[in-house]
C-alpha cells in the first residue's frame, strides 16, 4: 500500500472521494522513513559512544596490559560464578533443571566448604560438627557416562551453586551425602574452599599420559593454569614451563613451583620449550587459557607424539590445523572438571605437604556484604592480583 499511495500522489492522479486514503497511505510512508532515520541514527550514536568508551579504554591501559588484552581471555574460560556474574546466565538454567528443578535466580558459590549442622535420615558417614567441602557436580547416576563412572560428563549435569541447591553464598545448604567430603585435621577450612579448583587442575594431569620425567608447558597462570603447576608439582614433575604475560601472575606461577617462566609477547614459545626440553619440545601442553594464538604456538612446542589437553573453555571455535598433528602424531584431548575421587586424592596431597603453600592462593578475604564490590567487581578490575577471594557466609569463619 506504501509504494501504491506514493506512485499514485506522484502523479497526481485520484478521485476526490479517495483523498482520505491517499492522505493516510502518505501518512504512513512519512511515519516509516521517520522511524527509519531515528533507527539509523539512534544506532550510530549507540556505537559511537560504544567505540569511543573502548578506545578510551585502551588509551588507558598500560603497554603490558594491551599485550594482555589481546593474548589471554578476560579467565580461563572455566566454570564460574564470575563468568554468570558478568555474562550470564550461560551455565546457569534459565528453564527448570532437568535434577534439581531450579532456575535462575539462583545463589552462586560452588567452590565452598563448611561445618555440617544436622543429619538426615539414613546418613551414616558424617555427624554433626564435622568439617567438610563440597564436590558439587549434579549427576543422574543413570546415563551411560554415569554408569562408567564419568559424572562430570552426565547428560544431565549441573553444579550446586549454579543449578540449584543453594551455593557457597547460602548461609545454610541441604546437600546429598555425596556431595560432602571430609577434611583431614590438619587442612583448615579455608584452604579446604580450595580444593574444588585445585582438582580441576589435579584431573587434568591425571587424564594426561604424564609420568615423572616428562616436561609440561602450561598456557596462562590464573587460577586453573596455578592448580595445574601445584597438581604437577606434587606428582613429581622437575620440567614446568608456564606462558603468561600479566607481571604478578607470573611470580604467582614461580612461586608456586614452576621451573621456567615464559612471556609470549617477548618469547619464542616454540624455540624456547624446545631449548628447554633436549631439543624435542614437551611431553605435554596444559591449556588454561583458551586463546588462539596460545593454542597455535603449543601444538608445534609439543613434541613428536605430545600431547595437547584443553581445560579452558572457548568462547568461539578456533582453528588448528590437521596436518600439524598428523606428521607428528600428537593428541588433542578435553578435560571437563573432576571425577569421583579428585576432591580426595588433593585434600591428601595437601594433608601430606605433596601440595604446598595452597593458601596462598586465597588473596582477599571479605564477608558476604562485600561480595559484589570486594568479590565480583575486584576480579574484574584487578585481576592479575587477584586470585581467589575467599567470602564469609554467615558465621563461618574465613
Known amino acids: 500500500m506504501t509504494v501504491q499511495a506514493g506512485n499514485i500522489i ?17 501518512k504512513v510512508l512519512i511515519a516509516l522513513c521517520c522511524f527509519n532515520l531515528c533507527l539509523f541514527y539512534g544506532a550510530k550514536i549507540f556505537y559511537v559512544t560504544i567505540n569511543k568508551r573502548r578506545a578510551a579504554e585502551w588509551d588507558a591501559m598500560t603497554k603490558e ?7 589471554t581471555t578476560k579467565d580461563e574460560g572455566n566454570k564460574s560464578d564470575l563468568h554468570e556474574y558478568l555474562g550470564g546466565p550461560a ?38 560438627g564435622d568439617r567438610v567441602c563440597v564436590q558439587p ?28 541447591w543453594g551455593g557457597g553464598l547460602s548461609e545454610h545448604v541441604v546437600l546429598p551425602e555425596y556431595c560432602v567430603i571430609p577434611i583431614p585435621d590438619n587442612v583448615p577450612l579455608d584452604v579446604a574452599a580450595l580444593v574444588e579448583p585445585l582438582s580441576v587442575g589435579w584431573h587434568a594431569v591425571a587424564i594426561s599420559p604424564f609420568k615423572k620425567g616428562d616436561s ?4 596462562g ?19 614446568i614451563i608456564v606462558t603468561e604475560v600479566s607481571s604478578m601472575r607470573k611470580q604467582y606461577a614461580q612461586d608456586f613451583g614452576a621451573h621456567h617462566i615464559l612471556d609470549p609477547t617477548k618469547d619464542d614459545i616454540v624455540a624456547r620449550c624446545r631449548e628447554l626440553s633436549d631439543n624435542k619440545g614437551v611431553h605435554m601442553a596444559f591449556d ?55 576432591f580426595q586424592e588433593v585434600l591428601e596431597a595437601i594433608s601430606s605437604g605433596r601440595m604446598k603453600n595452597v593458601e596462598q592462593m586465597i588473596t582477599k578475604r571479605i564477608g558476604l556484604d562485600e ?28
Open 371 to 398: 561480595v559484589v564490590e570486594g568479590g565480583f567487581k575486584a576480579l574484574v578490575k584487578d585481576k592479575d592480583r587477584q586470585v581467589k577471594i575467599l567470602v564469609r557466609a554467615g558465621d563461618g569463619e574465613v
Open 288 to 342: 588454561a587459557a583458551g586463546v588462539q594464538a596460545a593454542l597455535t604456538s603449543a601444538v608445534k612446542a609439543v613434541r613428536a607424539r605430545g600431547t595437547i589437553i584443553n581445560i579452558a573453555l572457548w568462547e568461539k571455535p578456533f582453528q588448528l590445523m590437521p596436518n600439524d598433528m598428523i606428521f607428528r602424531e600428537r593428541k588433542w584431548i578435553g578435560v571437563a572438571t573432576y571425577v569421583a575421587g579428585d
Open 216 to 219: 609440561a608447558l602450561v598456557i
Open 137 to 164: 557436580i549434579i549427576y543422574d547416576d543413570e546415563c551411560g557416562s554415569c554408569k562408567e563412572g564419568l559424572i562430570n560428563c552426565c547428560d544431565k549435569n549441573g553444579f550446586v551453586g549454579l543449578s540449584g
Open 10 to 26: 506522484g502523479s497526481n492522479i485520484y478521485r476526490e472521494h479517495d483523498k482520505p486514503l491517499y492522505y493516510t497511505g502518505n
Open 65 to 71: 596490559e594491551r599485550e594482555h588484552y589481546l593474548t
Open 221 to 239: 597462570g590464573g587460577p586453573i593454569g596455578l592448580s595445574v603447576i601445584q597438581a604437577l608439582k606434587a606428582k613429581g614433575c622437575d620440567n
Open 91 to 128: 551455565i546457569c538454567p534459565t528453564t527448570p533443571h532437568p535434577i534439581t528443578g531450579e532456575q535462575v535466580p539462583l545463589t552462586f558459590g560452588h567452590e565452598f566448604s563448611g561445618t555440617v549442622e544436622e543429619v538426615g535420615e539414613g546418613v551414616t558417614k558424617f555427624k554433626a
